[in-house]
């Protein structure tokens, strides 16, 4: 999708302000025309988004809104008018939303409609409505917010959309459909998908009852029809940020606060999801224990703040070596825990051993010096028919081994 942006508005000092931030914030390139006759000079470029003001000098009638619809081109309508009729009349064309320029929350509501336009573009909806109609005039709102669209005319096509499309992120859907109706689908939807995975919108008629029922059966929100286009639109950009927000939530509740890796709750948990996931097939991996040496002294004599320093280091030279399938988490408060996946001995030892060397190399800042610090590794082989007790036992006693050693090695367990 195109990232250039254009802005129509007789107020200059807005108009650049807008630009400013758009730019500031969001990194796109930004167009300023400050009449219609410089907005159909500019119009020649294709635009992502334009936002017009409704009112411009040799436009006073919305007559550069309809220019840039007439043009395709995806827009915002600016404006410090409140008249309800004027609002309802635009509404009703292809406008993307309709932003009141006196509001206080006039420039965070135009770059938070920058922002989900463009993270929620190609995300895929399934949209189940038994009247054809009622179904392409809701079709028509998501297009034009950019979603792809998968229509439905009942609860089973939906379904049978859902199995052939894993990446869906949300259904819309009426109460009442023929063959599989909304309270059906609801249901079967939920025996899999959690509402952070995958929402759902139920769309009903007044007083059909419905809507108190299917909110406690975790629906995402019910709607009800006939549809308003802006408080549609609104609803569905809040149910995708609040999915979104929870699934980050939830994501960051499993990481270490000082690494950034996983923290040792999740850290097991991945583990055990891996020995019950290869347990019928015969795959070898290695488990290793990485510490930081003399970690306690290095907290003592300079403080927290630069040990913490030190493990977000060692934290970030091994998820650089590893990768991505693999897992690292922080298992103690001097101690991380490697898992290699699927690999041999021979390039496992490599990897370790380069991990210990580029923590070796690399100093932090403290108190005007450069301190240098190490850590030691101590790794066990295994494989699908390894127990994890086991496996922590001889990482740990590999460990103690490393570190009686001399500290700043790798040791073995074959």
Do not use: W
Request: proline share 1%.
């Amino acid at each position: 999708m195109k990232s250039k942006i254009l802005i129509v508005d007789d107020n200059k000092m807005l108009g650049k302000l807008l630009a400013k931030k758009i730019q500031a914030t969001l990194n796109y390139e930004v167009d300023v025309a400050f009449d219609f006759a410089q907005a159909k000079e500019l119009s020649i470029s294709d635009y992502f988004l334009s936002f017009i003001d409704l009112c411009l000098p040799d436009a006073p009638n919305g007559e550069a809104v309809d220019f840039m619809l007439e043009k395709k081109c995806p827009t915002i309508v600016l404006t410090a008018s409140t008249d309800k009729t004027t609002k309802d009349n635009f509404m009703d064309k292809d406008i993307l939303d309709y932003i009141c320029k006196e509001s206080d929350s006039c420039v965070e509501h135009i770059i938070n409609s920058i922002i989900n336009l463009k993270r929620y573009e190609k995300t895929k909806v399934i949209l189940a409505m038994s009247k054809l109609n009622e179904r392409n005039e809701i079709k028509k709102y998501l297009t034009q917010r950019f979603f792809n669209v998968l229509g439905a005319a009942h609860g089973e096509e939906a379904l049978n959309y859902l199995e052939q499309n894993s990446d869906v992120k949300l259904i819309i859907c009426d109460a009442k459909m023929p063959v599989i109706d909304g309270v059906q689908l609801l249901s079967r939807v939920r025996e899999q998908y959690t509402s952070d995975d995958l929402g759902m919108i139920i769309l009903g008629d007044k007083d059909d009852g419905l809507e108190v029922d299917m909110l406690k059966n975790n629906a995402n929100d019910y709607l009800i029809k006939p549809i308003n286009k802006e408080l549609f639109n609104f609803r569905v950009n809040r149910c995708l940020v609040f999915m979104d927000n929870v699934k980050f939530l939830n994501s960051y509740a499993h990481l270490d606060f000082v690494s950034g890796v996983k923290n040792n709750d999740a850290l097991m948990e991945d583990f055990e999801n891996y020995l019950n996931e290869i347990s019928s097939k015969d795959e070898e991996f290695a488990f290793a224990f990485l510490d930081i040496d003399n970690l306690k002294t290095i907290n003592d004599e300079y403080g927290y703040n630069i040990g913490n320093e030190v493990i977000r280091i060692c934290a970030k030279e091994i998820t650089d070596e590893i990768k991505g399938k693999d897992i690292v988490g922080r298992y103690s408060a001097e101690k991380f825990c490697i898992i290699l996946k699927n690999i041999n001995q021979e390039r496992a030892i490599k990897i370790f051993s380069r991990i210990r060397v580029n923590i070796k190399n690399i100093g932090v800042l403290a108190n005007l010096d450069e301190l240098f610090f190490t850590a030691s590794i101590g790794i066990v082989f295994a494989n699908s028919k390894s127990s994890k007790k086991d496996l922590i036992e001889k990482a740990e006693k590999t460990l103690s081994l490393a570190k009686s050693n001399g500290k700043n090695r790798v040791e073995v367990c074959f």
